[in-house]
């Protein structure tokens, strides 16, 4: 079974400049996850997607960051523009269950920004 | 905001020995997971453990949990040297997954 796909690995970009990350999570799981993990922290929810809807971005800068799940399967996440505090290991995660009964989370590889 | 709380944040050990986590949490929760992340890479799923549920065994692994006190440990018998890594415990806060700012193990060869 394939695990959950993420691109880019790493990313540079200037301060201002906007930046994209992709996910494709296992088939078939319902839920999505973004997380930002800061160096030396544990990961911090931004988003949760059920099927292709919201269930919480309360912690999502929405300012400056969006993200969109596209026909409930992949997902977007994109900051515009970018701050040196952005820096940070964006990671997606997927999950066959979800609302009330949360089970195993799948995680990617992550995807590394770094902002100058 | 962060659910749980791992403590110790670090853990040096020598092989063999075990390794003893905590995680401390806050609201009312529907199960507590762990997860492992080795440097640089993402997390995996260790155990999941429900809050009906008193302790949990995987191989060199024993969780338990006491909702009484919003408190769980992991245990790592016979640590090994791959055993290295920061370890997170995760709690279903509502309807979405929060995790605490973990431990970082490391085991002396």
């Known amino acids: 079974e394939a695990g959950v796909a993420q691109s880019p690995r790493y990313k540079i970009i200037e301060k201002r400049q906007s930046v994209a990350f992709w996910c494709n999570p296992i088939?078939?799981?319902?839920?999505l996850y973004w997380y930002q993990q800061i160096l030396g922290q544990g990961p911090k929810l931004l988003i949760q997607?059920?099927?292709?809807?919201?269930?919480?971005d309360s912690q999502l800068p929405k300012d400056r960051f969006s993200a969109e799940r596209l026909k409930g399967v992949d997902s977007t996440l994109k900051i515009q523009p970018a701050k040196l505090e952005d820096s940070a290991v964006y990671l997606c995660?997927?999950?066959?269950?979800?609302?009330?009964?949360?089970?195993?989370?799948?995680f990617g590889e992550g995807s590394r920004l770094t902002v100058l | 905001s962060q659910q749980g709380e791992e403590d110790p944040q670090a853990l040096s050990i020598q092989e063999g020995e075990n390794a003893t986590m905590n995680c401390s949490y806050k609201?009312?929760?529907?199960?507590l997971q762990w997860y492992r992340q080795n440097s640089g890479r993402g997390l995996v799923h260790l155990i999941l453990?429900?809050?009906?549920?008193r302790e949990k065994h995987s191989g060199r692994l024993r969780v338990t949990l006491d909702t009484s006190k919003k408190s769980s440990s992991l245990l790592i018998t016979a640590s090994r040297a791959a055993d290295t890594a920061s370890y997170f415990c995760?709690?279903?806060?509502?309807?979405?997954?929060?995790f605490g700012a973990g431990t970082r193990l490391t085991v002396k060869p």
């Open positions: 997607f059920q099927n292709n809807g919201v269930v919480d």
């Open positions: 453990i429900r809050s009906n549920e």
């Open positions: 088939s078939g799981h319902a839920t």
């Open positions: 995660a997927s999950s066959v269950l979800g609302g009330l009964f949360t089970g195993e989370l799948f």
């Open positions: 995760a709690t279903d806060a509502k309807v979405d997954m929060r």
């Open positions: 609201t009312s929760i529907n199960n």
